[in-house]
């Protein structure tokens, strides 16, 4: 028998009603909680609670506290969280962020090991374009350094095997902010997936479709931020598709990657209107993408939202809690905010931090192409689970280290060699960047030394600065596998414009980052300028733009701060 042909094309109304989906009013910003037509049938759900939790492990929760998915009832707001400044005229702004302190400097001879679980996700890169463009400093909390420098391609030499996913990168330079200091710059390359060998994925779009995603910048950009990662599907994909608002509803069965016009025609008839249940929203996905569960597939949740639910389990940690207890049966949750004025940052960064999957903001069409086509393998394909980095400083070489960014990533050091221990995961072709600065051996380190302490240590001559550690699972295994590296002087590069192109656009970035947040450590003659004109020395090929248009943001972040510093 022979295989159905491929349906695709333009969703107009015609072939949208004969699929079964009606033209949807996209003016209209009202949603029934009696149900409406979705894919030609009146859907209204019963109010859903969250499923119930297998037999938990010893004491998961506290016993004074039942589980996430037993309570249903608002007991909390946003903890820790900073609602941004200045709202436009005429808005109640309520945007959200996690709040955390810069990393400090440790002193080697006390705490020599740095651990932290690595970080993919690159919404803060596309958030902060998003207020410099409107002529906006973002607030401080919305400035993920590492976001920031993971956002870009850094070219590092790819691994050539699965088995070994990471090809580990390091260069060493003089700091361009502070005198005396110097940057350990460590990538990590993943292996890239061939097309023919990625595995069949089943997804669930679970999408936000309340009266907050009215606006231009929200469902409607979802719908074609979606329609972007359809072109993408192959005939053994399948989509299934929730739409949460007051109440939670499937608008599409799972549905192979030939009906194409199908998810196109589906997405079309979403609306907007109504309140947001999205814990309903979840615990409704999470079943979907467990009904449907293939152990050779990639099973994934992808939740496009501004993260304003008001609904039912609003909550986050009771979100978070329901999110990792759901990231045990193999189904992963990636998380897509959208908009201004109400987005909650911190909800979807613990989202995705506790569904193992990325965190990603679309704020314009050209982003959504970036990720779900540019980057539509690192974004869905995964290549190693519970990635961690450690590294290990010789005192003798550095008497003073910090970690730039990574500050809600970070890790005790015991817990690298506990595999039970949840760390980032890594996307096929996908890298990771992090840059510490550390104060050589015999420089004029911070603080003062102690009075009665040992002597200062001579520097290492030709010696070890650092060693480096990888830890990592594949995907489906429980036990990690273990990748090292000497950091030495073979590693050093006597000058920052001796230094290779990707180390020197990295310092651009973190550089940009760090005078975005006010952080203390930059040298005054450090300004906007110098963050252009080292980003100049390092835009390489550029095939996209995005290096350039990084340029044009440091500008605008400079004249931005000088009007405010201005009163103007």
């Known amino acids: 028998m022979a295989a159905p042909a491929n ?12 699929l079964g989906f009606p033209k949807a009013d996209h003016r209209r910003d009202s949603y029934s909680r009696r149900g409406r037509m979705v894919g030609g049938a009146m859907y209204a759900p019963p109010a859903m609670a969250m499923p119930p939790p297998p037999a938990p492990p010893p004491a998961p929760y506290p016993a004074t506290r039942a589980s996430p998915m037993q309570e249903m009832v608002v007991t909390g707001s946003v903890r820790s969280a900073q609602v941004m400044p200045s709202p436009r005229p005429g808005d109640i702004n309520t945007e959200r962020y996690p709040h955390a302190q810069a990393n400090p400097i440790k002193l080697t001879a006390q705490e020599p090991v740095s651990t932290f679980s690595v970080d993919v996700d690159t919404a803060a890169y596309a958030n902060v374009r998003r207020f410099l463009n409107d002529g906006q400093s973002p607030p401080r ?24 996913p990471f090809k580990p990168f390091v260069a060493v330079t003089p700091s361009p902010w502070s005198a005396d200091r110097q940057i350990v710059h460590i990538g990590l390359q993943g292996y890239d997936i061939p097309r023919t060998q990625q595995p069949p994925l089943n997804l669930v779009f679970l999408i936000d479709t309340s009266g907050s995603m009215s606006d231009e910048a929200k469902l409607p950009l979802a719908r074609k931020a979606l329609n972007l990662l359809v072109d993408q599907l192959r005939p053994q994909d399948r989509v299934s598709m929730v739409a ?98 109400n987005y909650n940052d911190t909800l979807m960064q613990a989202l995705a931090q506790n569904g193992n999957g990325t965190a990603g903001y679309i704020d314009t069409l050209n982003e959504a192409r970036k990720s779900f086509r540019d980057d539509f393998s690192g974004s869905l394909f995964p290549i190693a689970d519970d990635v961690k980095i450690q590294v290990e400083f010789n005192p003798r070489a550095v008497s003073e280290y910090r970690l730039i960014g990574y500050e809600t990533r970070l890790l005790n050091r015991e817990d690298f060699n506990n595999d039970r221990v949840d760390a980032g995961e890594v996307g096929s072709g996908s890298s990771v960047t992090a840059l510490y600065e550390v104060t050589p051996a015999g ?126």
């Open 7 to 18: 349906r695709d094309g333009a969703p107009t109304p015609t072939a949208c009603e004969a």
């Open 141 to 164: 909390d919305a400035v993920r350094v590492e976001e920031l420098i993971n956002y870009f391609d850094y070219g590092y030499a790819k691994p050539s095997e699965a088995q070994v």
């Open 244 to 341: 949460y608002a007051g109440s939670a509803g499937a608008v599409l069965p799972p549905t192979s990657g030939r009906e194409k016009l199908k998810m196109r025609c589906a997405l079309g008839a979403l609306e907007s209107g109504g309140s947001t249940a999205g814990g309903q929203g979840l615990a409704l996905a999470y079943d979907l993408a467990v009904q449907n569960f293939d152990p050779k597939a990639v099973n994934r949740v992808i939740l496009m939202t501004d993260g304003d639910f008001n609904v039912g389990v609003a909550d986050p940690e009771k979100l978070t809690d329901f999110v990792a207890a759901k990231r045990k049966t193999g189904v992963y949750l990636s998380v897509y905010g959208l908009g201004e004025g």
């Open 443 to 568: 420089a004029r380190p911070s603080s003062d030394p102690l009075r009665y302490g040992a002597p200062a240590a001579r520097a290492a001559a030709g010696g070890e600065i650092a060693f480096l550690k990888v830890r990592y699972k594949l995907p489906g295994d429980q036990a990690s596998r273990l990748i090292e590296r000497p950091i030495g002087a073979n590693d050093t590069y006597a000058q920052v414009a001796d230094a290779p192109e990707s180390t020197r656009w990295a310092l651009a970035v973190a550089g940009f980052g760090q005078k975005l947040r006010g952080d203390p450590w930059l040298s005054p003659g450090f300004g906007w300028k110098a963050v252009g004109d080292l980003a100049q020395t390092a835009r390489g090929s550029d095939l996209y733009g995005l290096r350039a248009e990084f340029v044009q943001l440091a500008r605008a972040a400079g004249e931005t701060r000088t009007v405010n510093e201005s009163g103007n």
